[in-house]
């Protein structure tokens, strides 16, 4: 159902802190324009957690008018089932093509109240829903056997597999075979993901960086392996500004210096600033000087 | 400003899931008639992510009836610094007596984020405020050196130490002398942090063990330490449900034994059951079991 | 120098706790008749701690005996730099072709000390060297950086990488292009880390499933990776028994059942029991009953 | 048995590499001098592992020279058990009057093993044992349940408890009463241990200075707590630096501070240099421009 290049998209705010629909549209259609196969609004990387219900919807709608018919999911990521169950229920009102859902933002679900939450959420969307899971963020594993519990809703067609463990993947394909969509989640451990069999890729320098992307995916899946590497090597550096407690901050600096965006979030976050600030724009800097030239794929 | 014992009360809700306001008023009750110093709403044992800010309001107003003009606190703990602040001005208006904050309940702030935030909640209520330190639940560590950055503000008056490494206590003490009240925020840690100087406890088992939790406060203010300890040890077993993924469940259980209340919680949550259940159970019958008598203080 | 498959052979011991060369002979030679390309004695698969310099010596020379002029690699892993020496000397005098060395087994070296052990042994020993960097067992970790330091060293020629991260192999060639061979140290990574460019493998599972562990690394480097992806899903939950605190108890007891040979250590180790025997025992004979036959290679 | 400050002196070596007798005579002199209790030698901090058999015994016939009848305790570390019978032999032989010991150096013992193991020593040495239990260094956790069955063989005697966690203790008591001994061995969480009711102190920081480690520890046993705690904290800065990958060079440095010994170690480890050592110096200097006067006691 879901393949391919799916960026998690940043939200953008004007000066005055309101949402900038302007720059989203734009920011967004870069994104459609570089052969990206869909998009995920309200994100972590989308700082869905510091909006209101009605800017997440707002955001969605921003998505859904540029994506040219490939899917939009949104995000559901939130304390309590309640508010979870709302945001599914909203979204797909207003024409959500999926949902990407967090079993929970803040408690640690055991496992019989990870099982309960997701399919409440299911049942409050009725939509395809890709499942999240990542211990690290979360702290909360949706394991294989959890996944296996959750087959028989014919709801859950994918996994955002963000465990950090490369295994992972394997794992999920000895146990569900090709039951389940496996992308992986983590920018850094894309290339070795599509090695193993994932099909796809939720990607977060994919906003900066989007033909990139989506190359070494294409490359990879036209078998040119050798050539994915290499562009994967390159590119190293800058994913690895995806797997940090700043990557909102990180990746929207690159989005300033790349394609020209800007900076700005929502507090508690602050941009980079100081020392900080200084290693991550050199590292990007650096990147971009010796920008290779992409190889024409089909 | 505070000190004692300042119970981290549960939230109450009926069979429908609504605010059960007769039970809290009887149960916050029970804290006050066993000498606590206070009341804490709306934390991580109040569910207070799991309930609006109009139900946050209301436990409040309901520990401020029952409180007796002792101190009642709010607690604060979003995700975006807006949602903190909004909190703040509220429960200011409603007639909080101070506020517990945590710097953001998603995001790990660095060190300026988690300043700037504790400030503006600050601003945004204009209360004391007491600055809830738990690097363990929230992934960011508010040090004693951000401490003492904050110190030149009147309004940050006391620490809930949860650290979860009782060395922090003597750090603390050591850096800032006795600028703010230091309350160990660990339930199986209190008599270590009371022995090295802190001068209260916001606790979690005196839920359930109201008596218990004060004698031991109590008795080794009055340099009764042997005796304290004894108690201390006998409650051991009962304090180690308070470091828990499930402490709230864990603790509502506890109540359901000793004071004859329930164990209905907000989804994700679920209450203990099966295996777990048991053993919790056999836990606290086991204590109450040999449940010491206590000595008389002043 | 060194690439392909390089098991890190275990050691076998007769009844009486002695070393048992005829049984070594046997299992070593299925190593070879499989195509590996080499044997690492005395690693703590070998159990080599366990062993006095003189066992260790002797373990070496009975694999000289059957490499039929593959290289052999002695293990240099000790508390302190004077006995790691000693086993560089006294390996390099009895005929070992290189050392696989580990710069402290006990103590957490910092950087410095780290670049000095591993020049001492060099000196001591004047053998090319892989330098095993594993910062989950030793605490010690070899970055990419001291790998840069060591690099003026003609000596040091092979990394064996067991950071137990995958992205650690793209950082050496980022850092170092071909400057090391690279060598993989961790069973269930194997795949991952040939995909995206280490020229070996320093195997565990080969031990009792040689044919297999060959096959797929042949497989690779003819491009044939579906094929190679097949068989190596196959394997995995064998290959999982290597990342185990009791890899020597479950390798010996995989050998047990598949190549006829004895599950016996030495103290403190003990051979697994009860229920932890039971789980082991099935995920080899589950994994045995659907052993797949080998395509041809070249 | 065994109470109150038991020093884990550290070894003492010429410029040539070889043991300074006459250096350890003159330190360990000290300790006895201010009042301690017995000595323990070849542990982490006395470089036990970087030391012959022969060197360790020689060392132990030092201590047994300087400790006036005080009991003198051989530490027991090694890979194998084995090794760590020989060693135990070997002391008890020359003379030792206890043993501390560790289950292994290198590989993490199951519950069986580290039983096991612990049994097989108090065989070959016959003399009292004092477990050594560091989850943290060791990897190896001697649990209250695992001390609870070796109970039953009365050469087990005391517990050096280094969990790193102060609730351990507790856990102890509640499930052994007064079986064991119970004696911290964290420099930087004794007090709280004592607070609790551990008997001694298993001391690092004693080496430079052992005059304020046994005030601590008497003061606390006359119920002095206040004074005690004053101490304490004024102590705190140098008790840190027995927690730390560094300790042998921290405390060697804080020797040639306090004591006008010398900071020689055996390789890998090498002293202190650079920024570190500044700081390290830096904190070493400031505390001791502070020392306070110590109370009269008993």
Redesign the interface.
């Known amino acids: 159902m879901w393949s391919g290049v799916l960026p998690a998209v940043t939200s953008k705010f004007k000066e005055d802190g309101s949402l900038d629909h302007d720059e989203m549209t734009r920011c967004f259609g870069l994104q459609m324009d570089a052969g990206c196969d869909g998009l995920i609004v309200c994100g972590s990387l989308g700082e869905g957690?510091?909006m209101t219900l009605d800017e997440r919807i707002a955001v969605m709608r921003t998505a859904k008018a540029v994506s040219g018919g490939k899917p939009v999911l949104m995000t559901v990521a939130a304390?309590?089932?309640?508010e979870s169950c709302e945001i599914a229920q909203r979204a797909a009102t207003a024409g959500a093509d999926g949902l990407m859902v967090v079993?929970?933002?803040?408690?640690?679900?055991?496992d019989?109240?990870?099982v309960?939450?997701l399919r409440?959420v299911a049942e409050a969307g009725d939509l395809p829903i890709m499942i999240y899971s990542n211990k690290i963020a979360y702290r909360v594993d949706v394991t294989p056997a959890l996944m296996e519990e959750l087959a028989s809703d014919k709801r859950f067609v994918a996994i955002k597999e963000s465990s950090d463990d490369?295994?992972r993947t394997?794992?999920i394909?000895?146990r569900l075979g090709d039951r389940y969509a496996v992308l992986t989640g983590v920018d850094?451990?894309a290339?070795?993901a599509l090695?193993?069999?994932a099909v796809g890729w939720v990607a977060g320098l994919v906003c900066a960086f989007p033909k990139e992307t989506v190359a070494i995916y294409r490359l990879m899946k036209e078998g040119r392996?050798a050539e994915a590497?290499a562009l994967?090597?390159w590119f190293?550096?800058l994913l690895?500004l995806d797997v940090s407690?700043?990557l909102v901050q990180n990746i929207k600096l690159a989005e300033a210096l790349a394609i020209g965006s800007n900076e700005r979030v929502?507090?508690?976050?602050?941009p980079l600033?100081g020392e900080t600030r200084k290693r991550v724009e050199s590292i990007i800097r650096a990147a971009m000087e010796v920008r290779p030239a992409l190889p024409a794929f089909g």
Do not use: C, H, W
């Not at 079993?103 to 055991?110: E, G």
């Not at 929502?266 to 602050?270: E, K």
């Open positions: 957690p510091m304390a309590s089932t309640r079993p929970s933002l803040v408690y640690q679900t055991n019989a109240e990870t309960a939450t409440a490369i295994r394997t794992e394909f000895n850094n451990l290339y070795e090695a193993v069999g392996n590497l994967y090597r190293r550096s690895d407690t700043y929502r507090a508690p976050r602050q600033s």
